[in-house]
């Protein structure tokens, strides 16, 4: 069960963000600190206390707050991203994790090695990395490195098409696993329960489990189906304006 959460407001930069789908068009401010606060909202309702972290305006894509760092139950480490407008962002998350983990529990990833939260999957004590173009092997060796000193496991997965790991699968507790694309078929998930996510939907892959609730992005009425079908109490969030920017539900927060 989750206690606490992470997120941070997105500034007005966010418009300037990365983006592989410029026909999306722009986010638009107003609209995403509205479906931000309707995010936290959201949050806080499935039980876990928020704390909202104030806009980098330097950084357009902060808001995507996961990606800076990996918290469990031992440890938090401190990624370093691999992109390269975004790698400083790392360095605004330090200071905020003190507040949550003694500083000899704060363990940091090094150059040359790159590794972004949107690429690790914690099921349990076992953490899947993704090697991204924003992941790297060294990075991925040092993550599951730092693992291991705590008595953690975690393994390395190939990508080929999607942006981050958690693009494509999100780990529903209870050994089940939302799966979509290029993982629909992995052998390394070949153990879990899966719901397969249809291709019209891919978006929605993107999900979170907080405390046996299920966020979802709205819109995608398979996927919700699917989820409820399987048990789960869905709550609907619109990240329309986050997509614009490669962003969805996972990357909005920290959740430990």
């Known amino acids: 069960m ?17 983006t592989s789908a410029p026909e999306l068009g722009k986010p638009i401010y107003e609209k995403a600190l509205k479906q931000h606060e309707t995010y936290v909202e959201t949050l806080k309702s499935c039980g876990v206390k928020v704390e909202v972290l104030e806009p980098l305006e330097d950084y357009p894509d902060s808001c995507f707050v996961e990606d800076v760092a990996v918290l469990n139950r031992k440890c938090a480490i401190v990624t370093n991203p691999g992109a390269k407008t975004r790698n400083g962002e790392k360095n605004e998350i330090v200071e905020v994790l003190k507040k949550y983990y003694d500083e000899s529990k704060i363990e940091y990833i090094k150059d040359p090695g ?118 789960y109490k869905v709550k609907l969030v619109d990240t329309s304006e986050y997509r614009k920017v490669d962003g969805g539900l996972s990357c909005l927060s920290l959740r430990f």
């Not at 989750?2 to 990365?18: A, L, M, Q, T, Y």
């Not at 089940?176 to 291709?199: M, Q, S």
Request: hydrophobic content about 40%; glycine content about 10%.
């Open 114 to 231: 790159t590794i972004e939260g949107g690429d690790v999957m914690m099921v349990g004590d076992h953490f899947y990395v993704g090697l991204s173009a924003r992941t790297n092997e060294e990075g991925a060796k040092q993550f599951i490195n730092i693992l291991e000193k705590y008595g953690l496991t975690g393994s390395a997965v190939s990508l080929e098409k999607v942006l981050h790991l958690k693009t494509g699968l999100a780990y529903l507790e209870n050994n089940n696993l939302l799966v979509a694309g290029e993982f629909v078929d992995n052998p390394i998930f070949e153990k879990f329960n899966k719901i397969v996510i249809d291709e019209d939907e891919l978006y929605a892959a993107n999900c979170i489990w907080v405390n046996d609730y299920v966020l979802i992005p709205a819109g995608y009425e398979k996927t919700k189906k699917k989820i409820e079908d399987a048990g």
């Open 2 to 18: 989750f206690k606490n959460v992470i997120v941070r407001k997105p500034g007005k930069s966010i418009s300037e963000g990365i």
